[in-house]
T-cell receptor, first 114, second 113 residues
C-alpha cells in the first residue's frame, strides 16, 4: 500500500524567512503534484513534477522531485502572509497511461506571521 | 472556461437519510474522480470513471456508497443510510484524458447529525 508522508504537519513561519516542506512516498512513481488548499476551499494545483530531477518554480515557491529517493520538496523563499494555507503533495501511481489515482499526504498547514 | 462544479455546496443530513451529491466536470473531460476529505486530512480516493464506465471503485468505504455517470458527463455520488462517519467534504475532479492532471471542484461539505 502506498504511503505518502509530509513533514512538518504544521509550520509557523515569520515573514521573510525560508523553509522547506518534505514529501516522502513509499513506492515507485514518476509523477507528483503539489496542491494548495485555503480554509473551506478546494484544491488549487501548484506544480506537476513528471520526472526525476524535475524542478519547477512559481514566485516564492519551488518544487523538486527525486524519484530515486522517493522525495519531493516544496521550498518557500521569503515567505509572505498570502502563502498561509495547507499544502498537499499527491503521488500518482498510474502505470502505462491507466487512470491516475492520487494518493495524498496528510498536508502541511503553513502559517506565516508578521 | 468553466471549471468543475459541485452541488450542493453544503448538505446536512440526519443519520439514516440518503443523500445525492452532484458533479459537473469540465466539458470534454473523459475522466472523473471522487475523493473524500475528512476534517484535517488529505483527500482519499473513492472511485473513478472513464466516460460512463466506472473502472475503479476500490476506495468506496461501504456498499452504502454508490456512484454513477450514465452519460459520461455529470456524475452523482449517492450515500444511503448516512452515518456520522460519512461527514466529510466530497471532492470531484476531472481530467482531459486518463492520466492527465486532475482539476478539482469546490467540494460538497456533508454533515450527518
Amino acid at each position: 500500500e502506498l504511503k505518502v508522508e509530509q513533514n512538518p504537519l504544521f509550520l509557523s513561519m515569520q515573514e521573510g524567512k525560508n523553509y522547506t516542506i518534505y514529501c516522502n512516498y513509499s513506492t515507485t512513481s514518476d509523477r507528483l503534484y503539489w496542491y494548495r488548499q485555503d480554509p473551506g476551499k478546494s484544491l488549487e494545483s501548484l506544480f506537476v513534477l513528471l520526472s526525476n530531477g524535475a524542478v519547477k518554480q512559481e514566485g516564492r515557491l519551488m518544487a523538486s522531485l527525486d524519484t530515486k529517493a522517493r522525495l519531493s520538496t516544496l521550498h518557500i523563499t521569503a515567505a509572505v502572509h498570502d502563502l498561509s494555507a495547507t499544502y498537499f503533495c499527491a503521488v500518482d501511481i498510474s502505470w502505462g497511461g491507466t487512470a491516475s489515482k492520487l494518493t495524498f499526504g496528510t498536508g502541511t498547514r503553513l502559517q506565516v506571521t508578521l | 472556461g468553466a471549471g468543475v462544479s459541485q452541488s450542493p455546496r453544503y448538505k446536512v443530513a440526519k443519520r439514516g437519510q440518503d443523500v445525492a451529491l452532484r458533479c459537473d466536470p469540465i466539458s470534454g473531460h473523459v475522466s472523473l474522480f471522487w475523493y473524500q476529505q475528512a476534517l484535517g486530512q488529505g483527500p482519499e480516493f473513492l472511485t473513478y470513471f472513464q466516460n460512463e464506465a466506472q473502472l475503479d471503485k476500490s476506495g468506496l468505504p461501504s456498499d452504502r456508497f454508490f456512484a454513477e455517470r450514465p452519460e459520461g458527463s455529470v456524475s452523482t455520488l449517492k450515500i444511503q443510510r448516512t452515518q456520522q462517519e460519512d461527514s466529510a467534504v466530497y471532492l470531484c475532479a476531472s481530467s482531459l484524458y486518463r492520466a492527465g492532471e486532475q482539476y478539482f471542484g469546490p467540494g460538497t461539505r456533508l454533515t450527518v447529525t
